[in-house]
């Protein structure tokens, strides 16, 4: 049975000049995930329809409902947080 272990990042302060960074990250994971998705064969529908490759969210990412946007945001802030917890540092050049 798969038991999920994430890193703890409850105790990481999330810089708020990062913030910018955690949209531009949950954009392009968006993009990533979709251009894969077409790669694939999928293509925008209404409904999600596995059997004919269908996928609502087959679109811009400021297209999306802010559910799914909230989804890539969280991926993003969680992924700066493990850099960080790890000893990183994320500085703009």
Same mark, same amino acid.
């Given at each position: ?32 995930? *979709? !251009?894969?998705? =077409? #790669?694939?064969?999928?293509?925008? @529908? ?29 991926? *993003? !802030?969680?992924? =700066? #947080?493990?850099?960080?917890?790890? @000893? ?6």
């Amino acid at each position: 049975m798969y038991t999920p272990e994430p890193i703890d990042t409850s105790g990481v302060e999330f810089p708020e000049g990062l913030r910018h960074l955690t949209e531009r990250l949950a954009e392009n994971a968006h993009d990533n995930w *979709a !251009t894969q998705r =077409i #790669k694939d064969g999928w293509t925008y @529908g209404p409904k999600r329809d596995d059997n004919a490759k269908k996928h609502p969210d087959l679109v811009p990412y400021g297209d999306l409902p802010e559910s799914e946007k909230d989804y890539d945001r969280t991926m *993003a !802030t969680e992924t =700066i #947080k493990v850099i960080l917890a790890s @000893g990183y540092t994320i500085e703009p050049v």
